[in-house]
Every structure is written in structure tokens, then in C-alpha cells.
């Protein structure tokens, strides 16, 4: 049973343009939500995150917005840029009284063309 | 800073042989994780840590063993090598602070088991 799913694996966009990637979620006890990047050879890297009590964090080029009632997050670059080019994955956590434990999805590749 | 530091980087291993896949973080965090990354997938969990002397089984445990003698180390083991544990191992660690979810990672060993 998958708890959080990404259903595109893959997202080409041209630089300066909008990356929108999607992530679904069917645990309703999740309070948080984070995006990570992950280069290849590399551990994945925290980019943003929000909290159940707020529907949008916004960080620079980057913004995630939460619909709890549909169970859906999404997160937006913009303007897109070539170093921008990594697989994204969505995560989620119940906080501190589980563990700070992270469910993943399964990832979406972006790919900036320049 | 390190952060999280894995070693080794690259390890191949013949069927039935054993090896402890070591982690340590430099950030006096007190939660620790191990996740496996197969191919295409996303990030699962396989043991985690509260704090020294405490473990527990995350979502795929199965052929490993963890132990927690120090907030700083967090090594995992597997005692029969099995082909299914050919995979990308990443370490992180979180904070105790309330709030704040987002999990530190490591870079990663990769294993073969042939």
C-alpha cells in the first residue's frame, strides 16, 4: 500500500519556464510534507516542507502548496533553470510522535532543457 | 560540519558474506534512519533510532540488524548477503525539535550482492 504517491515519473520543461510536480497522500495522520532533490551519486537534499495547519510555503523560486481535503501537495519552480535538472521526491511525516519517520514517493525526474 | 558521513562508498559482496554499513553524524542529532533506494524507487525505511540504546523497525527490516550505542553512530549490518540487498543504502539524522521534521542525509553506499 503505497501512502504517498508521485504518478508522473518524469517532467521536461524549458528553462525559465514553471516545473509543477504533483504528490498524493492517503494517510491522514501525516502533519508534514517535504520535497527533497537528489543529484545522482548524491544523498537527497531538503528543499522545502509545510506543516497540515498551513496550505502554502513559499521559498525563493520555490513553492508548495498543500489541498488537505483532496490529500494533494504540489510543488512549483519558477522560473525553472538547467542546475534545477534532478529526480524530486515527496515525502511525508506524523512529526515527533512517530518518529520523525519519512514515507516516500516514488520520485519525478525533471529534466530543464536550456 | 560534516553532517552525515557513510563509509564505505562502493561495496560489492558474494552471496552469504556479511559487512556493517557504517554512519555517523556530527550534528548531536538524536534521531537517526536507514533507507534503502532500489532502482527507480523511492526511499524506504528499514530501521530508525530515538536516541542511544533505542531502535526500531521501519518498513523493510527484513535481513538487517541495527544497533545504537552513541548519539553520533548509527551502524547497520546485514549478516547473509542476499541478492534482494543490492540496493543504495543513505543514512540521516533529524533534530528533537518540535517542528521540525526535515531528515539530514548522508551519500550513500552502494552495494552489490552477487
Known amino acids: 500500500d503505497q501512502q504517498v504517491k508521485q504518478n508522473s515519473p518524469s517532467l521536461s520543461v524549458q528553462e525559465g519556464r514553471i516545473s509543477i510536480l504533483n504528490c498524493d497522500y492517503t494517510n491522514s495522520m501525516f502533519d508534514y510534507f517535504l520535497w527533497y532533490k537528489k543529484y545522482p551519486a548524491e544523498g537527497p537534499t531538503f528543499l522545502i516542507s509545510i506543516s497540515s495547519i498551513k496550505d502554502k510555503n513559499e521559498d525563493g523560486r520555490f513553492t508548495v502548496f498543500l489541498n488537505k481535503s483532496a490529500k494533494h501537495l504540489s510543488l512549483h519552480i519558477v522560473p525553472s533553470q538547467p542546475g534545477d535538472s534532478a529526480v524530486y521526491f515527496c515525502?511525508?511525516?506524523?512529526?515527533?510522535?512517530?518518529?520523525?519517520?519519512?514515507?516516500f514517493g516514488g520520485g519525478t525526474r525533471v529534466l530543464v532543457k536550456p | 560540519n560534516a553532517g552525515v558521513t557513510q563509509t564505505p562508498k562502493f561495496r560489492i559482496l558474494k552471496i552469504g558474506q556479511s559487512m556493517t554499513l557504517q554512519c555517523t553524524q556530527d550534528?548531536?542529532?538524536?534521531?537517526m534512519y536507514w533507507y534503502r533506494q532500489d532502482p527507480g524507487m523511492g526511499l524506504k525505511l528499514i530501521y530508525y533510532s530515538v536516541g542511544a540504546g533505542i531502535t526500531d523497525k521501519g518498513e523493510v527490516p527484513n535481513g538487517y540488524n541495527v544497533s545504537r550505542s552513541t548519539t553520533e553512530d548509527f551502524p547497520l549490518r546485514l549478516e547473509l548477503a542476499a541478492p534482494s540487498q543490492t540496493s543504495v543504502y543513505f543514512c540521516?539524522?533529524?533534530?528533537?525539535?518540535?517542528?521540525?521534521?526535515?531528515?539530514?542525509f548522508g551519500p550513500g553506499t552502494r552495494l552489490t550482492v552477487t
Open positions: 550534528m548531536n542529532h538524536n534521531y
Open positions: 540521516a539524522s533529524s533534530s528533537l525539535r518540535s517542528g521540525t521534521v526535515e531528515q539530514y
Open positions: 515525502a511525508a511525516s506524523a512529526g515527533l510522535r512517530a518518529g520523525n519517520k519519512l514515507t
